[in-house]
């Protein structure tokens, strides 16, 4: 079993910065595919950026492109989304989701791929 945790969420205005940390625990990090997917109130969930277990690959939803990074301290057990030039339309309920890699492509940008979810954190970007 996997729990993941994220936090770093917050209010922040447009054109600005944040950084999201999702620490996982119970079994090997390194192990897993990660993701970030996000849900607006009234929306439904929406794929934002998925990382392989090795750091190497990555998806990016285009909405988040040139502007959000994720990456990864396998040492750590911890993701990272790395969040610039913050629109208000970026605003949601940020969720960190994890899976045993056993597969690895474009399917991992489904929400129904992963396993394990952690409980989500708030961000608010202001206009």
């Known amino acids: 079993q996997v729990q993941l945790v994220e936090s770093g969420g917050g209010l922040v205005q447009a054109g600005g910065s944040l950084r999201l940390s999702c620490a996982a625990s119970?079994?090997?990090?390194?192990?897993?595919?990660m993701a970030w997917f996000r849900q607006a109130p009234g929306k439904e969930r929406e794929f934002v950026v998925a990382?392989?277990?090795?750091?190497?690959?990555?998806y990016y939803a285009d909405s988040v492109k040139g502007r959000f990074t994720i990456s990864r301290d396998n040492a750590k057990n911890t993701v990272y989304l790395q969040m610039s030039s913050l629109k208000p339309e970026d605003t949601a309920v940020y969720y960190c989701?994890?899976?045993?890699?056993?597969?690895?492509?474009?399917?991992?940008?489904?929400?129904?791929?992963?396993?394990?979810w952690g409980r989500g954190t708030q961000v608010t970007v202001s206009s």
């Open positions: 990382i392989s277990w090795s750091g190497s690959s990555t």
């Open positions: 989701a994890a899976r045993l890699t056993a597969y690895w492509g474009p399917l991992m940008q489904r929400h129904t791929q992963y396993d394990y």
């Open positions: 119970g079994r090997t990090f390194s192990s897993y595919a």
